[in-house]
């Protein structure tokens, strides 16, 4: 089977479709002529939504993608002289193809992490060479939440990484790919898992959720996006039809539909992490805190598995995958997919 026809499976949310209702907002901004390039009534709801939910303050600038809504908002708090510390597994190191150093010029300077989530006793090791020219100038920590492990930084831990920043004169970062699953594991609202516990800058993500495409950087504290419309364009990431961008998160917004999709999302991996956590031969290696499930199979029934429900290796040395649910995942498809898992074990 292709891989173009593959059954609602367990690769990546990002895998999934649009919601519908977001899809219905998208053809209802799709009226008539409005100015480009964000000077639009959908761009200035949009804004004020973000306002709501993060707090006043906020600065909200649209994007098209998440790797563009990392590095972009970190350039405007950094220099190519400065060093950005983030976990090993984070996207920053992993997954941009090394854009933060080509884009920024800085160095990434990472941190091993058991389970995706840094501490300040983790950073510590890079905490040295201030102010002596011979050395990257630490400025920016960032974090990722939900992490790419599927775990969750509490608000605690947030907050004592964001004083440390602070009391040294850096910023924090968080990106949130997945933020919205993170809120609902955590029970609270975007406001005070971000703005209220120390964030300067998120990177916000919608496109795991239910959305077609585009990312927010939102600036949490004054003064920080004063030169971020220069930094937008010349990153090639100013949308001329920015209507289309934003008027997603206008339905993202309304009636919470952001919860609706992420509760979801993260029942569905529990459910999953239930069904496959007593089944011998099987092994659960991360806690399950919102829309993944990190798992070890066998590798020769994870190959047979992932040809009609596909899912990626995440460390091949010890046989471990990322399951990854969504907001359109069903209970019908969990059921398939571990009634096929059982026979595939039973075979081998």
């Given at each position: ?13 990002n895998?999934?479709g ?8 998208v ?22 939504l ?5 707090g ?6 649209f ?6 809504a ?12 400065n060093s ?7 996207h920053?190191e ?11 010029g800085?160095?990434v ?7 995706g ?23 920016v920590?960032?974090?990722t939440?939900s ?54 800058i ?12 585009g ?13 971020f ?15 289309f ?28 992490a ?43 040395t ?12 069903t ?9 096929l898992?059982?026979?595939?074990l039973?075979?081998?």
């Open positions: 089977m292709g891989k173009d026809n593959l059954k609602r499976g367990f690769a990546s949310d895998n999934a649009i919601h519908p209702e977001i899809l219905k907002e053809e209802k901004a799709n009226t008539g002529h409005v100015i480009g390039y964000g000077s639009d009534i959908y761009t200035d709801q949009a804004k004020e973000f306002k709501q939910q993060l006043n303050n906020t600065e909200v600038f994007v098209f993608t998440g790797t563009a990392n590095v972009l908002g970190i350039t405007a708090l950094s220099r190519s002289w950005v510390i983030t976990a090993e597994t984070a920053l992993t997954d941009e193809c090394g854009a933060p150093e080509k884009f920024i800085c160095k300077l990472t941190v091993e992490t058991p389970d989530k840094i501490t300040v006793d983790m950073i510590g090791k890079h905490m040295h060479g201030f102010d002596f020219e011979h050395h990257a100038q630490p400025k920590i960032s974090i939440q992490t790419e492990m599927g775990t969750v930084y509490t608000v605690q831990e947030i907050k004592k990484i964001a004083d440390f920043a602070h009391s040294r004169d850096m910023f924090l970062h968080v990106d949130g790919a997945r933020i919205a699953n993170a809120a609902v594991t955590l029970d609270l609202p975007f406001k005070a898992v971000t703005t209220d516990a120390g964030v300067d998120l990177s916000f993500g919608g496109t795991k959720n239910g959305m077609m495409f990312e927010a950087v939102c600036f949490l504290r004054p003064g920080l996006s004063n030169d419309k220069y930094i937008r364009k010349q990153g090639m990431q100013l949308a001329s039809k920015m209507r961008i934003s008027a997603q998160y206008i339905a993202y917004f309304r009636n919470d539909l952001w919860k609706k999709c992420a509760s979801h999302s993260n029942a569905m991996a529990h459910l999953l239930e069904k496959t956590g007593g089944i011998k031969g099987l092994k659960i290696t991360q806690a399950v805190q919102s829309n993944g499930v990190f798992i070890i199979i066998p590798h020769d029934v994870a190959e047979k598995v992932a040809n009609q429900y596909f899912f990626y290796p995440w460390n091949e010890s046989s471990e995958y990322r399951l990854m649910t969504s907001w359109d995942t209970e019908e498809d969990i059921e398939e997919f571990v009634r898992l059982r026979k595939e039973e075979q081998s």
